[in-house]
């Protein structure tokens, strides 16, 4: 990896530098890469799939930012 890259992004303000790693987490999938769930993740996902299907009524709509 690039030292100078490196350094550079080390000496970004803290907001910016989360932001840049916001948009570098984003732009994996756009290279065809999918991060593995996890198994946190999948059990999270697995109730929630669990509860909608015991009562499909009791959600709520959000829109998509």
């Given at each position: 990896m690039n030292?100078?890259?490196?350094s550079n992004v080390r000496n970004l303000p803290l907001a910016e530098r989360i932001e840049l790693i916001d948009l570098l987490w984003e732009s994996i999938p756009e290279q065809g890469c999918e991060p593995p769930t996890t198994p946190e993740q999948a059990e999270e996902l697995d109730r929630r799939l669990e509860?909608?299907?015991?009562?499909?009524?009791?959600?709520?709509?959000?829109?998509?930012?």
């Amino acid at each position: 990896m690039n030292s100078e890259l490196v350094s550079n992004v080390r000496n970004l303000p803290l907001a910016e530098r989360i932001e840049l790693i916001d948009l570098l987490w984003e732009s994996i999938p756009e290279q065809g890469c999918e991060p593995p769930t996890t198994p946190e993740q999948a059990e999270e996902l697995d109730r929630r799939l669990e509860a909608h299907r015991r009562s499909p009524g009791d959600t709520v709509s959000r829109g998509v930012d």
